[in-house]
């Protein structure tokens, strides 16, 4: 019940942020490429913070501390940011934000996976932050206070959609958000290892499959809104991001009986396949209705990747290191790329227009097929 309600915390903030940062930027009058750049400090950013909050919590045992913390940053720099209209200062709130905003996630899922232990199901505790995400963007769509065009109040909402992680966290008891480190046992004779299904080895081609999956994403988190407020003129993100989250909501209920029957590592191909015709959509089918029915695809780009990241990563690593292996995801999964992604984004949209980016970014989910058969044929077997 403890995580279900910090989880129901965190996912309220994700609603606020990953719909609108991109928009809350932009309307403080920068340039799309001036965007990319600024979206891509704030993704190069957060890879440092779940790496300095998981080594932390891997080393302590100890969560609770750089659960507060990071969403400490959040709130803290939130408020900055709409104030202060230059460049550098703007570059400056966002890393601090990013920081706090990437490192929440890896703490909570690492948490909350080792708790759990082997029989546990991160699946359904996970299904929860995407109903939450969805409760709360609706909430944000039908707000007047909040339009695409209103920095101001954008900033304010993820203040306070962050400000109630603090409140949570802080109730959550002590030996729910410290793991003990486990006492060495007399030596005895070394048994062969249980075989899991999964090997370490698989570590590095995973997390560049991950990688290029995530890279794959960036003009949906980031380009997306800009091209429905700017080139549709269609004021329905958080509409769109609502249906979205909506779609991964059975595909991460039963990601376990997924996982299992499929595999890590085919899930993500699949998942790649989706993205690739995502995009193709966003670039050729412009229409409404399509748009809609793209945001469906979600249920593979996400509600199917997530869980899989999460199972391949920390199927390769042990307990004890299950804060890393979280960390190393979503730094070099997920944040490395992102913040290529809008770097590069931003110069084609300024240069190019949206239909352009979406069409560039699809190599990216071809890269994914080509690396996922290399690998299965290599080893002869699929994960």
Known sequence: MYFVLVYIAVYFSFAAVTPYLSLLVRGLEYSPKAVGILLGVFEGAGMGGPFLFGCFADRTGRYKPGLLISAALVVVSAIPLILFRSPLLSGLFLAVMAVGFRSTIPLL??????????????GKIRTVGSVSFIAMALFLQWTPALRPDNSRNIGVVIALCSALILIFVTILPPRYARIEKPVPAPAAPKLPRKKTGLRPSLLIPGIIIIALSRLAMTPVYTFFPLYLTESLHWNVVSLMFALAAAAEVPCMYISQRLIRRFGALRLLA???????????VYAFCPFKPALLLAQLLHSLCYGVFHPAAIALVSGCLPPERRAL?????????TGFPAFIGNIIGG?????????ALFISFMIFPAMVMGLYFFVAVKRQSVI
Do not use: P
């Open 109 to 122: 899922d690492a948490v909350t996976t080792v708790n759990q232990g082997k029989s546990g199901n991160y």
């Open 270 to 280: 699949a998942s790649a396949a989706a993205i690739g015709v995502r995009l193709a």
């Open 325 to 333: 292996g979280m960390s190393l995801y979503l730094s070099l999964g």
């Open 347 to 355: 110069f084609i949209v300024d240069h190019a227009g949206y239909q």
